[in-house]
T-cell receptor
Framework: GQQVMQIPQYQHVQEGEDFTTYCNSS?????IQWYKQRPGGHPVFLIQ?????EVKKQKRLTFQFGEAKKNSSLHITATQTTDVGTYFC???????????FGDGTTLTVKP | DAGVIQSPRHEVTEMGQEVTLRCKPI?????LFWYRQTMMRGLELLIY????????DSGMPEDRFSAKMPNASFSTLKIQPSEPRDSAVYFC??????????????FGNGTRLTVT
């Protein structure tokens, strides 16, 4: 089936360092969503990207959608301990129906 | 809005027993999804409904799993008989699709199932 690959699986950073997670699909995506799951919690929607080359920012978080709409990234500037959790991308290959979740990147931040 | 409500939060059962997980989606949402999360397999989509009709159940592991949505405000996921490998966190999520693009999923708090 259609897959969305996400790397890295784990990332350990010192507080204040930057963090990036990458999402790749072998086929063109209709749109991509990003979610954050805190330890013991449930995935919470962060943002959706739809347009080729789109860039969106939320405070210290920057989301990008590739020109070919096959890849996406989430970059966090100057991580804080509140950023810990697992970040998932979810790609949709059509404009309706289901999205496929990546395996997630688990971020730990050392104070 | 109370969000997506799942029950129970935790379920411990013995192998062979029937397990029923429940979900109340956000009012007005027309899509409902059941996901299973494990360390080994990540977040897996089991089945989803649109306007109470099952659209894609290709993720349902086997015949022991069944899901229903008798009305817009209630869905169940049933496992009969349960096996230890079914141990996981089961999430229900709902969304409203009004536009042409996938809309955000709103997840419930999940049901942590342990089968001994």
């Amino acid at each position: 089936g259609q897959q969305v690959m996400q790397i890295p699986q784990y990332q350990h950073v010192q507080e204040g360092e930057d963090f990036t997670t990458y999402c790749n699909s072998s086929t063109t995506l209709s749109n991509i969503q990003w979610y954050k799951q805190r330890p013991g919690g449930h995935p919470v929607f962060l943002i959706q990207l739809v347009k080729s080359g789109e860039v969106k920012k939320q405070k210290r978080l920057t989301f990008q959608f590739g020109e070919a709409k096959k890849n996406s990234s989430l970059h966090i500037t100057a991580t804080q301990t509140t950023d810990v959790g697992t970040y998932f991308c979810a790609g949709a290959h059509t404009n309706a129906g289901k999205s496929t979740f990546g395996d997630g990147t688990t971020l730990t931040v050392k104070p | 809005d109370a969000g997506v409500i799942q029950s129970p939060r935790h379920e411990v059962t013995e192998m062979g027993q029937e397990v029923t997980l429940r979900c109340k989606p956000i009012s007005g949402h027309d899509y409902l999804f059941w996901y299973r999360q494990t360390m080994m397999r990540g977040l897996e989509l089991l089945i989803y409904f649109n306007n109470n009709v099952p659209i894609d159940d290709s993720g349902m592991p086997e015949d022991r799993f069944s899901a229903k949505m008798p009305n817009a405000s209630f869905s169940t996921l049933k496992i009969q008989p349960s096996e230890p490998r079914d141990s996981a966190v089961y999430f229900c999520a709902s969304s409203f699709r009004g536009g042409s693009y996938n809309s955000p999923l709103h997840f419930g708090n999940g049901t942590r199932l342990t089968v001994t």
